[in-house]
């Protein structure tokens, strides 16, 4: 086993409110390893693009950032904001969601380039950032014909493909990609997946792949985490989580999506809780439909199973669970909003 590229221990982020701490991010752990892709999947709100953002130090003013992001033999998380802006682009990447809302329309592609490249690498001359800039669009299957374009002149996948150019062209040996094939069709969406498999092959690049598309994580990525109310609640090898999901909110998402068996629509009642005010114990279980009378009474902790970890009293661990066993919870004890 190499040596993590990246190990998160503990991360916990927090935004303040009128009415209180927002605890987006609550004490978040994973490693990852060269050359491996991590897909991070949950609902909308479940704190999945902060976790990325705080891992690179991209947080607003006034969020609040605790825990470990080891990277390189230092805390990211205690290093200066100056330091993090020299690390973000050479070693640290990120992959926008909304290419168009990230690219400056004043700006020509050729213009993002030679802005990036001029900033962290000051001593290439125009002609190295040129050739470096055009390989690097070259590789994502744009001709340098387009080099002097403007970001309006592109379609949506191109201009997905110019923000995975501008991320690579500066080589980091990490990179956060905030749900890269939302709102692309599946040709194109096929051709960013075979991309980004592609850079982790060749360059050996360490992926942290957010999205809510559990088809795409099955075929790009090596692992998963399934994040919950701020928590990460399983993660393990792909194929061993998809095959054996061991906690419920895993299993009640893998039974929401849609294939050519689907004859029903499947949905999760009620909504993500509260940030501010998440339930006790376990934040799932007032839409848990295997919810136990332990389950409000105490925060489950890491088991782990096999290649697995996963926190629910499901699974214990067993010296914390009363004696006689667990009690189903009554399905009337359960508050679920909306369920009907």
């Known amino acids: 086993m190499t040596e993590p590229v990246l190990s998160v221990q503990d991360l916990r982020v927090w935004y ?25 999947v949950g609902e909308s709100g ?52 909304e290419p168009l809302t990230r690219l400056n329309p004043l700006l020509r592609v050729s213009e993002h380039f030679e802005e990036a ?38 379609s949506g996948g191109m201009r997905q493909r110019i923000m995975i150019a501008l991320a690579l062209v500066l080589r980091p040996s990490f990179i956060v990609a905030d749900e890269p094939t939302t709102a692309l069709d599946v040709l194109v969406e096929a051709q960013i997946i075979r991309i980004l498999g592609d850079l982790r092959r060749n360059f050996d690049t360490s992926l942290l792949f957010i999205t809510h598309n559990l ?16 928590r990460i609640v ?4 792909v194929t061993d989580v998809f095959a054996r999901p061991q906690h419920p909110y895993t299993r009640e998402l893998l039974r929401s999506t849609i294939s050519l068996a689907t004859t029903g629509l499947h949905y999760i009642p009620g909504a993500p809780p509260d940030l501010i005010d998440p339930p006790s114990g376990c934040r799932f279980h007032p839409r848990c439909p295997e919810a136990m009378r332990m389950c409000p009474q105490q925060f489950p902790q890491p088991v782990a199973l096999g290649p697995q970890t996963v926190e629910c009293w499901l699974h214990g661990p067993q010296n914390l669970v009363p004696e006689g066993g667990q009690e189903p919870l009554e399905r009337e004890e359960v508050t679920v909003a909306d369920e009907a």
């Open 16 to 40: 303040g409110s009128e009415r209180g701490a927002v605890r987006a991010v609550d004490g978040v752990s994973f490693d990852l390893r060269p050359g491996e892709t991590l897909g991070l």
């Open 234 to 237: 399983e993660q393990g090898p």
């Open 46 to 97: 479940c704190g999945k693009t902060t976790l990325g953002r705080g891992v690179l130090g991209l947080l607003p003013r006034g969020a609040k950032l605790d825990g470990e992001v080891n990277y390189g033999g230092r805390n990211l998380v205690t290093t200066s904001r100056r330091e993090l802006q020299q690390m973000r682009g050479p070693e640290l990447g990120l992959i926008f969601q």
């Open 117 to 154: 490249l001029g900033t962290h690498e000051p001593d290439l001359d125009k002609e190295e950032i040129k050739h470096r800039s055009i390989e690097a669009l070259r590789a994502m299957g744009i001709p340098p014909t387009r080099y002097r374009a403007y970001p309006h002149e592109f």
């Open 215 to 230: 088809g795409i994580v099955a075929e790009a990525c090596d692992r998963v985490a399934v994040m919950y109310a701020g």
